[in-house]
């Protein structure tokens, strides 16, 4: 079967597509033939090994996979399931989806929910649970509409994009940010954001406390954009942290959360608990799937194009999302 192996090499790591046995996986009682993965931050940075993603090369890369059940040793399954895996450590301790074929413990799969097709599934693959994930712990902290517009940080790419539309969808309003407003404003206004606004537009003032102009927000930045956002939420208003792209520091007090009951609300998908997640992705696939998914995912490349895909993520010069087509 055809992969794209991850290898430590001298002075880092290297992706490579190659021929392996499907005997050489991961250990798993369930063997999936996948169609389709996609293309997240988090693989950009194992591939081009600008992130420190795989911990016990060699690994095929992909924290995503959706495909058909080809055999499993856990009555959960049967051949012929479609299911999908996210997360779980994917690319990380076990091999992942960028393969013909994954191996894993039948604790990571989930049964691809009516309402979504394989493709659908990794048209939305971790971005869009992130932001489904996102939205529920939102809702759960009592995070409505009426307590002002939710900021999304890094909309332009695929935990952003969906977190634009799913909001919108859910009733609220959204004020997307992103350093790319001249070219991808129309992009993000289709989706359902009210404004298209740059960084500097919320620069921090250096403040503990700034004019709280925000309901909530949604960030895949990190870093200063989150100190700065942090100090600008409404009293009891909440922030999803879901992403590192401008740094992992957060320099901040304790304000925003003392004074005004600011919630910081950390969103790890890796590691989601099966019931969670089974929710999730039923939402997904009913009242929160985003509709607009076809103007997200604006490319389906093959297995060969990921390494490519990955650079241009990376280099900030792609948009929505990629997924990856596997076995036709």
Known sequence: MQALRIHQVEGGSEARLEDMPVDALSAGNV??????SSVNYKDALAVTGKG??????????GIDAAGIVESSSDDRFTPGDEVIVTGYFLSETRDGGYAQYLRVPAECV??????LSLFEAMGLGTAGFTAGFAL???????????????AVTGATGGVGSFAVDMLSGAGYEVIAITRKVDEAGDY????????VVSPDDYADDGKPLSAARLGGVVDSVGGALLTSLL??????????AIGLAGGFKLETTVMPFILRG?????IHSVECPMPWRQQIWQDLAGDTKPAHLNKIVQRTIGLGDVAQAC??????????????EINK
Request: net charge positive; glycine share 10%; aromatic share 2%.
């Open 31 to 36: 063997l999936i033939k996948v169609r389709y």
């Open 52 to 61: 420190k993603i795989v911990r016990k090369p060699p690994l095929n890369g």
């Open 110 to 115: 989930v049964a691809l929910p009516k309402g």
């Open 136 to 150: 529920r712990r939102l809702r759960e902290n009592q995070q409505t509409p009426e307590l002002g517009p939710i």
């Open 188 to 195: 993000l206004r289709a989706l359902g954001a009210a404004q």
């Open 231 to 240: 100090t600008q939420v409404v009293p009891y208003g909440n922030v999803a």
């Open 262 to 266: 600011v919630s910081l609300l950390g």
């Open 311 to 324: 650079e241009a993520m990376i280099a900030g010069s792609i948009q929505g999302r990629s997924v990856v």
